[in-house]
Nanobody, 129 residues
């Protein structure tokens, strides 16, 4: 069983920065992918960013446009991933989820919801004008 837990959300103002954290417990293979998705009200869950554990390669959705940065904990014994968001906009208001994909195909298609096997409960980010 793998458990994920997000934190760091909250109410912020336009232009602020925020860092979301995701802790992972349970055994995971060396080759896995961790991703961030978000769900704005009444819309589908959309891909934000992902990072591959074995290569440290990252991938971002186009709307990120340099404002989002995904990273991992430097301590390899910890299995945490972060999402830094700069210059927040009201359109960034959403529930942000982290997820982990454990299969080989997860690494091939990191932007797909179906590539992920376990999800956190989400953390709400609300950006006021």
């Amino acid at each position: 069983q793998v458990l994920l837990s997000e934190s760091g959300g909250g109410l912020v103002q336009t232009g602020d920065s925020l860092t979301l954290s995701c802790g992972v417990s349970g055994r995971t293979p060396r080759s896995h992918v961790m991703g961030w998705f978000r769900q704005r009200s009444a819309e589908d869950c959309e891909f934000v960013a992902a990072i591959l554990r074995n290569t440290e390669r990252t991938r971002y959705e186009d709307f990120v446009k340099g404002r989002f940065t995904i990273s991992r904990d430097n301590d390899k014994n910890k299995n945490s991933v972060y999402l830094q968001i700069n210059k927040l906009r009201p359109t960034d208001t959403a529930v942000y989820f982290c997820a982990i994909g454990l299969r080989s195909e997860s690494n091939e298609y990191p932007s797909r919801v179906e590539s992920y096997d376990y999800w956190g409960q989400g953390t709400q980010v609300t950006v006021s004008t």
